[in-house]
């Protein structure tokens, strides 16, 4: 399996980013998957899902404010990013949901906002 994400960057606080990511290799329709991010010396953690279904669920830190969605036909996972915050600022990857994850997670995309 290989996954691509792109569309990161530097914005200010308040502003918007949406990310993509591409995978390839597996049946992309089968799984559900997820957004985690990593901060500089943190753990890796989950931030949203989207099940084969299209039913969604987020972390509280960002409720309300991102948006995870997937087309199935384009294999593509994305997530809006709305009113963001210095504390979002890590490196993005997706990965399917679950204990057990592709362990190439992918170089991920950066996110940096600025106050």
């Known amino acids: 399996v290989q996954l691509q994400a792109s569309g990161g960057g530097s914005v200010q606080t308040g502003g918007s980013l949406r990310i993509s990511c591409v995978v390839s290799?597996?049946?992309?329709?089968?799984?559900?998957m997820a957004w985690y991010r990593q901060a500089p010396e943190k753990q890796r953690d989950f931030i949203a899902g989207?099940?084969?279904?299209?039913?969604?669920n987020y972390a509280d830190s960002v409720k309300g404010r991102f948006t995870i969605s997937r087309d199935n036909a384009k294999k593509t996972v994305y997530l809006q990013m709305d009113s963001l915050k210095p504390e979002d600022t890590a490196v993005y990857y997706c990965?399917?949901?679950?204990?057990?994850?592709?362990?190439?997670w992918g170089q991920g995309t950066q996110v940096t906002v600025s106050s």
């Open positions: 989207i099940n084969t279904l299209g039913s969604t």
């Open positions: 990965n399917k949901i679950g204990p057990v994850r592709w362990t190439n």
């Open positions: 290799g597996v049946a992309f329709s089968g799984y559900g």
